[in-house]
């Protein structure tokens, strides 16, 4: 019986969930720091600090890491990457994702999401709902490309990078580790120096 534990009992939690039990995952429940949280449909069964002993009392569990902060969800990663965790690639069934690509461990791919021919997506990566990645871009780790955004082909994006909704960036731009891109911001330069970034024409806000 496939078995996963989440890690991150917010709504993102709850969507993964969702494609989780698409991926054939029949038993599913929840790590979470905070103590306040519950959920309806599921089980909150302890903290971070309870990986290590669930995975040793049973190593066919799976787990996922369903933070959306980018900088949080890779430091809980890398406390847990040298052991022999299993971090699936959850893909939800209506995404269209060519034969190609290449998706890093703890990537998920949400709803009606696209990524299109040669396309690396690294580790622990975010391709939310109805997002578009085109040919041949490369994103590095921890990258989140939020619900509705658009990227054009040959894009290489930076680790922990995140566009925020309905965002589009052009073909053939570099934008490098760190960047926040605003919301419904389009990008049509290269941003190397990170930082977050908004507006038409393109400025840095910090
Ligand atoms: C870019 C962002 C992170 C900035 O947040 P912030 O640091 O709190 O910035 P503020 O709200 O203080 O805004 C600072 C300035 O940037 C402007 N600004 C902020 N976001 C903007 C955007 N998306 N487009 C244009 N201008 C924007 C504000 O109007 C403000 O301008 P001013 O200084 O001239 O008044 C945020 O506005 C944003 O776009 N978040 C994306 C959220 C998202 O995609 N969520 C989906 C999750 S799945």
Redesign the pocket.
């Known amino acids: 019986m496939k078995e996963l534990i989440i890690i991150g009992a917010g709504g993102h939690g709850k969507v993964v969930a969702d494609i989780a039990k698409k991926n054939g995952y029949k038993i599913i429940s929840f790590l979470d720091d905070s103590v306040q949280k519950q959920l309806e449909s599921y089980s909150i069964v302890g903290t971070t600090d309870d990986i290590d002993m669930i995975h040793k009392k049973d190593n066919e569990v799976d787990f996922f890491i369903a933070i959306?902060n980018n900088v949080v969800r890779e430091q809980v990663f890398k406390k847990f990457q040298e052991k022999e965790i299993t971090f699936p690639v959850l893909i939800h069934p209506s995404a269209i994702v060519d034969e190609t690509v290449k998706i890093g461990r703890g990537t998920v791919v949400m709803a009606n999401a696209v990524i299109n021919v040669g396309t690396t997506i690294g580790k622990n990566c975010i391709i939310?709902t109805g997002s578009t990645v085109d040919h041949d871009c490369i994103l590095e780790d921890y990258v989140h490309v939020?619900?509705g955004v658009h990227v054009a082909g040959t894009v290489h994006l930076g680790k922990r990078t995140w566009l925020?909704?309905g965002s589009s960036i052009i073909n053939n731009i570099n934008i490098c580790d760190d960047v926040?891109v605003?919301?419904?911001?389009t990008v049509i330069n290269h941003i190397d120096s990170s930082g977050?970034y908004?507006?038409m024409p393109l400025r840095r806000?910090?």
């Open positions: 959306g939310n939020s619900p925020g909704i926040i605003g919301a419904g911001t977050k908004v507006g806000i910090n």
